[in-house]
T-cell receptor, first 109, second 115 residues
Framework: GQSLEQPSEVTAVEGAIVQINCTYQ??????LSWYQQHDGGAPTFLSY????GLEETGRFSSFLSRSDSYGYLLLQELQMKDSASYFC??????????FGIGTKLQVIP | NAGVMQNPRHLVRRRGQEARLRCSPM?????VYWYRQLPEEGLKFMVY????????ESGMPKERFSAEFPKEGPSILRIQQVVRGDSAAYFC?????????????FGPGTRLTVT
């Protein structure tokens, strides 16, 4: 099976940078994904790391270290609209995906 | 290219009734996943299907729940004899063939309320 840990809540100031960490324990691991979900909305795909290293997409970057079973999502130049829940998700064997409990990010002025 | 479509968006059922939730994946996507989400909680995997095949249903309760993805038409998640504990948001996601499960696209969800 797989389990993931991420902080439940994070608060950051508008314009700042925030990093959301995710550690995982898996039996069979292919990669780590990140999703954003606003209250009452559907999860939206942000990024996927199949290999170690940093993936950058605009203001968002995601990092994976397989040797440390660790990844993070980095959000730069925070905007109020970035207030949402962020989920890391581990892809494992047989096409199964396990989601973390989510990190609720609050961006304050 | 239309996104993942789910209907109904909201569904109210009385205890003991049946709930049918429908999901049409994005065009060209052949993998469908169903998840359940309770308020303030994460997404719980239920089932993974490809056309006419259930690949993994390890997250789905063995009783009262079933899922299908026929050759023609949407994927359907069926809950028989609903109970109050079934009240949740049910999301469907799809991914393209060969892409792996790392990149999934979600529908707007069906909010099921059991009274």
């Amino acid at each position: 099976g797989q389990s993931l840990e991420q902080p439940s809540e994070v608060t950051a100031v508008e314009g700042a940078i925030v990093q959301i960490n995710c550690t995982y324990q898996t039996s069979g691991f292919y990669g780590l994904s990140w999703y954003q979900q606003h209250d009452g909305g559907a999860p939206t795909f942000l990024s996927y790391n199949g290999l170690d290293g940093l993936e950058e997409t605009g203001r968002f970057s995601s990092f994976l270290s397989r040797s440390d079973s660790y990844g993070y999502l980095l959000l730069q130049e925070l905007q109020m609209k970035d207030s949402a829940s962020y989920f890391c998700a581990a892809s494992g064997g047989y096409q199964k995906v396990t989601f973390g409990i989510g990190t609720k990010l609050q961006v304050i002025p | 290219n239309a996104g993942v479509m789910q209907n109904p968006r909201h569904l109210v059922r009385r205890r003991g009734q049946e709930a049918r939730l429908r999901c049409s994946p994005m065009k060209g996507h052949s993998h469908v996943y169903w998840y359940r989400q309770l308020p303030e909680e994460g997404l719980k995997f239920m089932v993974y299907l490809q056309k006419e095949n259930i690949i993994d249903e390890s997250g789905m309760p063995k009783e009262r729940f079933s899922a299908e993805f026929p050759k023609e038409g949407p994927s359907i998640l069926r809950i028989q004899q609903v109970v109050r504990g079934d009240s949740a948001a049910y999301f469907c996601a799809s991914s393209p063939p060969g892409q792996g499960v790392g990149e999934q696209y979600f529908g707007p969800g069906t909010r099921l309320t059991v009274t």
